[in-house]
């Protein structure tokens, strides 16, 4: 079989729950078509990028390139994202798991296990004893992420120029799904 296709940015909860596995990324990837993971939308996906990555590793091998390099390889951006080099932007988390096998702290990682996302060398968010270290004299939003306390740091955002709190725009945030009439997917917590 040739395969005409250039790329696929699919949500991999997305396509088992609704296409039934009908995108055949194993026999995309087998002819080296570039394949990124990415969550395309809550519903029918998952909360965020975590989850997503958790739930391909059980179908999937070698989900690093499609979570990482890949994505920035087909938006044009490898030059400044995708991995972590010299010169380019780092962004990255640092997870609590089982140091002897690291596969598996991110790919059975939930939420609550992100120490610090750090975006651009910068922490933004994690376990509120790393980022006041991190971040010291900041003042910092403390929140519950699946029963662990976490810290958000929004002083740099656009949130803070607006003077919103995160409670804020998590508020705004779902009353624009229920004006959609939608929802917002639960944070996976297992």
Sequence with gaps: MRWN??????????????????????????????????????????????????????????????????????????????SLAPGLFADFIVMRGDRSNPYAAVTLATPADMQPLVIGVQAEYGDPEVMETLRPGAVLERIDVCGVPKAPYLRDSAAAARHETFADIRHALNAAWVRSCSQRGPIECN
């Design 5 to 82: 296709l250039h790329c696929t940015i699919r949500s991999p909860q997305t396509l088992h729950r609704m296409d039934g596995d009908t995108t055949r990324i194993a026999a995309g990837l087998q002819q080296n078509v570039p394949i990124a993971i990415a969550p395309d939308w809550s519903p029918t996906g998952s909360a965020g990028m975590l989850q997503e990555f958790g739930d391909a590793s059980r179908r999937y091998r070698n989900l690093n390139p499609m979570a990482t390099s890949t994505p920035a390889k087909l938006a044009r951006l490898s030059d400044r994202i995708g």
